[in-house]
């Protein structure tokens, strides 16, 4: 079993619409998660980092944590073409510490049309 | 404007070639990063570096050869041992670990 799955998509939907996008993972001693955002061809930027469980908003984004279910979640309301992209989800088991290995998903594929 | 840079952008190389990929980061960040990443793949990591003058193999260093002997600046060599070096590169630095920042990437691409 691969330590994090995600499903590469591709995923299409209207603009306007609420956009769920999820990473499941296998190992429990992952505290540290974050969401990328990967436009074709650029580097990933950093959307959204979140430590242990809980959620987190920012504008349209909310970042969703379940760590008993070891399950992630990227919500995008009122999504808009610009956000089409590859979202890939990374996880780490030590934070604060520079030199810190994170795992990655594999990404999945955003588009919005409008 | 603080940032991390990489090139060239694209990169071509022949069959037997060593080339070097550069990656500058004025961010004052300790650690620095390399990745590879292939079409539908993740990101996978290559080497990393703590600090100025060492660095550790990630899960595919085979291959592949870093320094880091100024604390803004860790090139990677893709040395003739890759056999299948074609492949997106990203570099990234962080100052606390988690929180990694990604520079724009080169292709590389054997003929």
């Known amino acids: 079993q691969k330590e994090v799955e995600q499903d590469p998509g591709p995923l299409s939907v209207p603009e306007g619409a609420i956009v769920s996008l999820n990473c499941t993972y296998s190992n429990s001693a992952f505290q540290y998660f974050m969401w990328y955002r990967q436009y074709s061809r650029k580097g990933p930027e950093l959307l959204m980092y979140t430590y242990s469980s809980g959620n987190k908003e920012d504008g349209r984004f909310t970042a969703q944590v379940d760590k008993s279910s070891k399950y992630i979640s990227l919500f995008i309301r009122d999504s808009q073409p610009s956000d089409s992209a590859t979202y890939l989800c990374?996880?780490?088991?030590?934070?604060?510490?520079?030199?810190?290995?994170?795992?990655f998903g594999k990404g999945t594929t955003l588009s919005v049309s409008s | 404007d603080g940032g991390i840079t990489q090139s060239p952008k694209y990169l071509f190389r022949k069959e037997g070639q060593n080339v070097t990929l550069s990656c500058e980061q004025n961010l004052n960040h300790d650690a620095m990063y390399w990745y590879r990443q292939d079409p539908g793949q993740g990101l996978r990591l290559i080497y990393y570096?703590?600090?100025?003058?060492?660095?550790q193999k990630g899960d595919i260093a085979e291959g592949y050869s870093v320094s880091r002997e100024k604390k803004e600046s860790f090139p990677l060599t893709v040395t003739s041992a890759q056999k299948n070096p074609t492949a997106f590169y990203l570099c990234?630095?962080?100052?606390?670990?988690?929180?990694?920042?990604f520079g724009p990437g080169t292709r590389l691409t054997v003929l």
């Open positions: 570096s703590q600090i100025v003058n060492d660095f």
């Open positions: 990374a996880m780490s088991e030590i934070g604060g510490q520079a030199g810190t290995a994170l795992i």
């Open positions: 990234a630095s962080s100052i606390a670990g988690d929180e990694q920042f």
